[in-house]
């Protein structure tokens, strides 16, 4: 492994241990027995390691959220799922997000193009599983509210389950807002939606096969 992967791989380690806000430079430096010019070298500043880990997991996401139209009910469900899994990977981030969000200005512009382009592709899915007759909306509303829900679980799901529910492993936690959103498609889900979204939290809650 080069330096600047250790020096990544360090910071992400102490940022989801300690916070972002409450790791420097120095500190990153002693532990990884360098220099602080060995980081600046490949990360002038703090932000800009800050902004390298949200380009790691924007990359990883990009992988994940795309469209498909061949999407059922239980494949969408696995997609936000390896989503939630993602963002365990760099919970640093969505701890940190409202700070970042105001701090790292760089991180900041580039979101707000991302969410646009992760809302668009969570509204092409949506209405892919309205085409296969997993979903049916009265009111077209109905469909940007639930783009709107599902962004905003998976954008504070992390820091709602640090305050509410540290009692719960990591999958656990995964398993109670995955449930949460299914809840939020049922009144919209024909009975073969209805009928894979028991299927994959039967999975999920009881571990079967």
């Known amino acids: 492994m080069n330096t600047q992967a250790k020096i990544v791989d360090k910071a992400l380690e102490l940022f989801n241990e300690r916070g972002i806000e409450y790791v420097g430079l120095r500190e990153l430096a002693a532990l990884l027995g360098i220099r602080v010019s060995n980081i600046t070298y490949y990360f002038p500043t703090k932000d800009d390691l800050v902004n390298h880990l949200s380009l790691e997991l924007n990359l990883l996401n990009s992988k994940v959220i795309i469209e ?14 390896s989503v939630f899994i993602n963002h365990l990977k760099f919970r ?101 939606a209805k009928r894979e979204i028991r299927i994959f939290l039967r999975k999920r809650i009881n571990g079967l096969p």
């Not at 200005?105 to 668009?120: C, D, E, G």
């Not at 679980?153 to 709602?160: G, L, T």
């Not at 640090?162 to 719960?168: C, K, M, N, P, Q």
């Open 68 to 81: 498909n139209d061949k999407l059922t009910m239980q494949s969408f469900l696995e997609m936000l799922n």
């Open 92 to 192: 640093c981030l969505l701890l940190s997000f409202v700070h970042l969000m105001e701090q790292n200005k760089i991180m900041s512009a580039r979101y707000q193009k991302t969410q646009k382009i992760r809302n668009a592709t969570l509204k092409s899915n949506i209405e892919v599983l309205v085409r296969l007759e997993y979903l049916n909306f009265k009111d077209e509303d109905d469909s940007e509210f639930l783009v709107s829900a599902i962004a905003l679980i998976a954008r504070f799901w992390i820091s709602e389950a640090a305050v509410s529910f540290r009692h719960l492993s990591s999958e656990e936690q995964i398993n109670h807002y995955l449930s949460m959103i299914a809840k939020l498609l049922l009144p919209y889900s024909t009975a073969k």
